[in-house]
T-cell receptor, first 116, second 114 residues
Framework: GAVVSQHPSRVICKSGTSVKIECRSL??????MFWYRQFPKQSLMLMAT?????????EQGVEKDKFLINHASLTLSTLTVTSAHPEDSSFYIC????????????FGSGTQLSVL | QKEVEQNSGPLSVPEGAIASLNCTYS??????FFWYRQYSGKSPELIMS????GDKEDGRFTAQLNKASQYVSLLIRDSQPSDSATYLC??????????????FGRGTSLIVHP
């Protein structure tokens, strides 16, 4: 199946620093990628829809200035958590669609962010 | 508001039994349906996709879709302890609209005991 690569897998940082997470579709072009956040034992929460070459669409309650999304190419989307605080500690996961009539949605391996 | 409903469980089955996981959805325009398996601390892994009414089999997994009843299910035959995980149902509409954003259920926790 198609592969979505996400890096880094784990980040520990001090409060106030910014963290960038990369999501790459390795063997297909993804015009749309999705970013999720998941707290322990909770369901996936969609943060934003990332569209190649245009601004991301954020879900209600998600601060676009806090979570910067860039989708500069058909295979790469990045999420930057700016001025991270302990409450931003979470599991961040990206997903990408393979497109086509029988498209499939694949997830990256996720990034566990811990802000001290 | 699109909704995807799953019983949170846990669903407990003995090893070797058939596990049946169910999902209902509210958007009649939904076109693509997915089942994911998620182990604790890991990201979801796609195990089945289905697009038309009927059954689709892949190894020990069978997905069943009934668009008239807005119902999709996943059967796991010969359940193994390694199948113990949370199973997420996801639904997606047609491209170009808001329904194209995939909607996920909250997941059903499956426990397969030896």
């Amino acid at each position: 199946g198609a592969v979505v690569s996400q890096h880094p897998s784990r980040v520990i940082c001090k409060s106030g620093t910014s963290v960038k997470i990369e999501c790459r579709s390795l063997d297909f072009q993804a015009t749309t990628m999705f970013w999720y956040r998941q707290f322990p034992k909770q369901s996936l929460m969609l943060m934003a829809t990332s569209n190649e070459g245009s601004k991301a669409t954020y879900e209600q309650g998600v601060e676009k200035d806090k979570f910067l999304i860039n989708h500069a190419s058909l295979t790469l989307s990045t999420l930057t958590v700016t001025s991270a605080h302990p409450e931003d500690s979470s599991f961040y996961i990206c997903s990408a669609s393979s497109g086509g009539q029988h498209e499939k949605l694949f997830f990256g391996s996720g990034t566990q962010l811990s802000v001290l | 508001q699109k909704e995807v409903e799953q019983n949170s469980g846990p669903l407990s089955v003995p090893e070797g039994a058939i596990a049946s996981l169910n999902c209902t959805y509210s958007d009649r325009g939904s076109q693509s349906f997915f089942w994911y398996r998620q182990y604790s601390g890991k990201s979801p892994e796609l195990i089945m996709s289905i697009y038309s009414n009927g059954d689709k089999e892949d190894g020990r997994f069978t997905a069943q879709l009934n668009k008239a009843s807005q119902y999709v299910s996943l059967l796991i035959r010969d359940s193994q302890p390694s199948d113990s995980a949370t199973y997420l149902c996801a639904v997606r509409g047609t491209p170009g609209g808001g329904s194209y954003i995939p909607t996920f259920g909250r997941g059903t926790s499956l426990i397969v005991h030896p």
